[in-house]
C-alpha cells in the first residue's frame, strides 16, 4: 500500500515547511512536532521519505556507506577504493518507545566473539536510519537511556557499542523528526535542543478545510494506490525543487551582516548558547535556497527564527511555547534590508506606538519570593482575587503562586524496578554494575557479565572438549550484571487548603513550594498527582488532578486551587490513599511518594484529629513513603504536622526547608558542570 502523499495534506503549512526545510539542510537538525493526537502529524513525517533525494550505498555494505567515502571504520569494511555502489531511495526508520536497547545500537554476539574470535555485529535502527529520517513518535514518552543513546549518535554522528571489551563503531547521520502531544508531558530540555526546528500543529478550526481532511482521507482509505497516483506529479515536482534547493544550498551566502542580525533576534530571545544562532542562521540559508535564492533576505531570518527559537528560549516548562511577534519585529529592526528583494514583506514591518514590546517590562524576577507578599512575578492568568480578609471562615479565594525554586530531593527508600527517571534507587538495564545474577535466562534487559561468565567456566575447561581460540562456554557459565540506576515515581501531593492556611502570604508560599516541586518531579520524570482538602461538605477532599506524566496540567491546577473553611486532614488522606491504591493497580511498578503539605491542623468535626491519626496509621501500614510538608506558622506552634509525620512514618520538613540550600545547589551546579565538560571532551575525542 503506498503511503498517504506529503502534497495531499491539507494546511499546516508551517509543518510542511519546517519539514521541507530539513530535507534541503539535514545541518538544520531536524524537526521536534508538537500537537494534540488526530493532527495527521506522522503521516506528514511518514510521507516526507518520499520525497527526500535517493541515496548511494556501497553494496552489501549493511551501515550504507557512501561509494565516494567509505567509513574507515565501518563494521563491514574496509570498502575498497571505487567499491560498486547502489542507489536506493532515503530511508525512514520509525523509534518505537518500547525498543530494547539492542534493537537501536544493534547487538553484538558476545558468545560467539568468546567462542569463536568472531565479531558478530548485527546492525540496530541506528544503522538503518544513517543518511536517512529517524522518526520517533511519541517521543516525549522514549525512555532516558534511549534518549542518551540517541543524543549520543547525534552529537558525534556515530554509533559505539561497547560490551566488556569488545567495541564496534559505525557512521549514524540522520534527520532526526519527532512528534509528540505536549498534553502527556514534557520533553527532557537536552533532548529539546537536539531538535532544530520545532513546530505547534493543531486541527483546523476551519469548516471547509476539515471536511476536505476528510474527503481526501477517505478517498485514500477507499484506493489508497488510487488516490497516491493522482498525486504523482506534484510529488515529483516537490522533490524536484527539494533536489534543486539542495544543490542550491552550498552557494548561498551567509554574510556578516546577516549573522549579526540572526545573532540580534537571539539576544532578543535571551536564548542560552551559540546552538540557537547557528540552527536559525542555517534555516535562514536553506529557506533562501528553497526560494531559489543565495542571499539571505529578513523575510529567510523572521521565518528561521519562528521556526529555531521558540524551544530554545523557554525557561522552564510552564512558560507557554511559540515566539512574540513584536519582539520578533523590535529584533529585526527597522534596519535596511541585507539586500533588496521582492518577496513579500513581513507583515506589520516596524510600528512606532508599539510601546509595550519594551524588553524587561515584565522580568521583576529577582529569585527572592519568600519576602512575604512579594509581586505577583510567577504570571499568574487575570489580576488577584479581591482579599476579604476571611481568611478562617467559609469565605474562598484563590492565591496563586511566587516563583518556583530548585528543591530539595525526596526519594522512596529501597531498590525499585519502576520506569527510568531519576528519583529513587532501581534495578535498571543500565546504570552501575552492582552485582551478578546467574542463569541461562536473561533476566529483563539484564547485559551480560564478561569476567564472572568466565570465572564461572574456568573449572569446567579441562573437562570440556577444549578447541577453538577462546574458553569453552556453556549457556549454564552466563552471568549477568545487575545494574542499578535512578527510577521515576509517582508523586502524590495531598495538599491543604484550608482555612486554616488561609494567610494570604502563608499560601503563596505554600503554593510556591509545591510549584517548586512539581518543576522538580518533571525534570526527575516522576508522575504527579494532587489532591486537595478543604470543609466544602459534599466534597471535603478532592482529587484535583489524577496521576499524569503532564506537570502543565498540574502546575495549572495548583494554581487554581481555592482555599478556605475547616480542615478534612482524614479525608484528604483517606482520598490519596485510594488514589495509590487504583494507580497501584494500574502501574504497578511505579513506587509512590505521598507528600502531604498541611499544618498538621484537622477541623472538621469533634473526633478529626483521632480519624486523621487513623487515616494516617492506615497509609503507614500499606507502607507509602511519604514526607510531611509542614506550613505551620506563627509564634504559638502546637507541633501538630511533626505528630502527623510519627504517624505515618513519614519525613518530617518544614515549609522553610523544601528549598535546597545554596551550598548544596552549587556543589551539584560544579558536578553537572564537570560532567558535561568530560561529555565535551568525549565527543571531541571521538569526532
Ligand atoms: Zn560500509
Redesign the pocket.
Known amino acids: 500500500m503506498r503511503p498517504y502523499p506529503f502534497t495531499a495534506v491539507v494546511g499546516m503549512a508551517d509543518l510542511r515547511l519546517a519539514l521541507v526545510l530539513s530535507a534541503v539542510a539535514p545541518a538544520v537538525g531536524g524537526v521536534l512536532v508538537r500537537g494534540e493526537k488526530g493532527t495527521a502529524k506522522s503521516t506528514m513525517v511518514r510521507a516526507l521519505a518520499g520525497l527526500l533525494p535517493d541515496v548511494t550505498v556501497?553494496r552489501d555494505?549493511?551501515?550504507?556507506?557512501d561509494p565516494a567515502e567509505?567509513?574507515a571504520e565501518?563494521?563491514?569494511?574496509p570498502?575498497p577504493d571505487g567499491a560498486t555502489g547502489r542507489t536506493r531511495p532515503a530511508r525512514l526508520v520509525e523509534l518505537p518507545i518500547g525498543a530494547a536497547e539492542d534493537r537501536v545500537v544493534g547487538s553484538l554476539d558476545l558468545e560467539r566473539a568468546l567462542r569463536d574470535g568472531v565479531t558478530d555485529f548485527q546492525p540496530g535502527l541506528l544503522a538503518a536510519a544513517h543518511r536517512g529520517l529517524l522518526y520517533v513518535d511519541e517521543v516525549n514518552l522514549l525512555p532516558d537511556h534511549l534518549v542518551d543513546t540517541l543524543l549520543d549518535a547525534a552529537a558525534m554522528g556515530r554509533v559505539t557499542v561497547e560490551r566488556e571489551g569488545v567495541s564496534v563503531t559505525?557512521r549514524s547521520r540522520f534527520v532526526l523528526i519527532g512528534t509528540m502531544n505536549p498534553e502527556e508531558g514534557e520533553l527532557r530540555p537536552q533532548l529539546l535542543d537536539r531538535f532544530g526546528l520545532t513546530v505547534d500543529v493543531a486541527a483546523s478550526r476551519e469548516p471547509a478545510e476539515r471536511a476536505e481532511v476528510v474527503r481526501r482521507r477517505l478517498a485514500y482509505e477507499a484506493d489508497p494506490d488510487g488516490f497516491a497516483a493522482r498525486y504523482t506529479g506534484s510529488e515529483a515536482a516537490l522533490a524536484d525543487e527539494i533536489a534543486a534547493a539542495r544543490a542550491l544550498l552550498p552557494s548561498v551566502e551567509l554574510t556578516d551582516d546577516v549573522l549579526v542580525r540572526v545573532a540580534e533576534v537571539c539576544a532578543a530571545f535571551e536564548v542560552d548558547g551559540m546552538r540557537a544562532d547557528i540552527v536559525t542562521a542555517r534555516t535562514a540559508a536553506a529557506h533562501a535556497a528553497w526560494c531559489g535564492r543565495t542571499h539571505v533576505t529578513t523575510e529567510d531570518i523572521r521565518v528561521a527564527s519562528r521556526l529555531a527559537l521558540p524551544h530554545r528560549r523557554r525557561r522552564n516548562p510552564f512558560d507557554a511555547p511559540g515566539l512574540d511577534e513584536d519582539t520578533l519585529d523590535d529584533a529585526l529592526g527597522d534596519g535596511p534590508e541585507p539586500d533588496p528583494d521582492p518577496d513579500p514583506d513581513p507583515p506589520g514591518g516596524g510600528q512606532d506606538d508599539s510601546g509595550p514590546g519594551e524588553p524587561g517590562s515584565d522580568t521583576g524576577n529577582s529569585g527572592d519570593a519568600d519576602a512575604g507578599d512579594a509581586g505577583d512575578s510567577g504570571g499568574a492568568a487575570g489580576p488577584p482575587p479581591p482579599d476579604d480578609g476571611e481568611a478562617g471562615g467559609g469565605g474562598e479565594q484563590r492565591i496563586g503562586s511566587g516563583s518556583p525554586y530548585r528543591s530539595k530531593l525526596f526519594t522512596v527508600d529501597g531498590t525499585g524496578t519502576g520506569a527510568h527517571g531519576r528519583r529513587s534507587r532501581a534495578t535498571t538495564d543500565d546504570g552501575r554494575v552492582v552485582g551478578v545474577w546467574p542463569g541461562r535466562q536473561r533476566p529483563r534487559g539484564a547485559r551480560p557479565h564478561l569476567v564472572a561468565t568466565v570465572a564461572a567456566a574456568a573449572p569446567h575447561q579441562q573437562a570440556r572438549e577444549h578447541t577453538g581460540p577462546g574458553p569453552a562456554l556453556r549457556a549454564q557459565d552466563l552471568r549477568w550484571a545487575r545494574c542499578e540506576g535512578k527510577e521515576g515515581n509517582l508523586v502524590l501531593f495531598c495538599v491543604d487548603a484550608s482555612g486554616s492556611m488561609g494567610a494570604r502570604s502563608r499560601m503563596r508560599e505554600v503554593k510556591s513550594a509545591v510549584l517548586s516541586l512539581l518543576l522538580d518531579a518533571y525534570q526527575r520524570r516522576d508522575k504527579v498527582g494532587l489532591v486537595t482538602f478543604r470543609d466544602r461538605g459534599a466534597r471535603p477532599a478532592e482529587l484535583v488532578l489524577p496521576p499524569t506524566a503532564s506537570v502543565e496540567a498540574a502546575a495549572a491546577r495548583l494554581e487554581d486551587v481555592p482555599t478556605g473553611g475547616r480542615t478534612p486532614l482524614a479525608e484528604g488522606l483517606l482520598r490519596s490513599a485510594e488514589v495509590l491504591r487504583v494507580e497501584a493497580l494500574r502501574d504497578p511498578r511505579r513506587r509512590p511518594l505521598l507528600v502531604v503539605v498541611t499544618d498538621g491542623r484537622a477541623t472538621s468535626g469533634p473526633d478529626a484529629v483521632a480519624r486523621s491519626q487513623q487515616a494516617a496509621a492506615l497509609l503507614a501500614e500499606s507502607g507509602v513513603a511519604s514526607v510531611v510538608v509542614d506550613c505551620e506558622s506563627g509564634r504559638m506552634r502546637l507541633g501538630l504536622a511533626a505528630r502527623l509525620a510519627d504517624h505515618l512514618g513519614a519525613e518530617h520538613v518544614p515549609l522553610g526547608d523544601v528549598r535546597a540550600d545554596a551550598l548544596a545547589g552549587e556543589v551539584r551546579q560544579r558536578t553537572e558542570r564537570t560532567e558535561r565538560t568530560e561529555r565535551t571532551e568525549r565527543y571531541r575525542r571521538a569526532s
Open positions: 556501497v555494505c549493511r551501515f550504507s556507506c567509505p567509513d565501518c563494521p563491514d569494511g570498502h559505525h
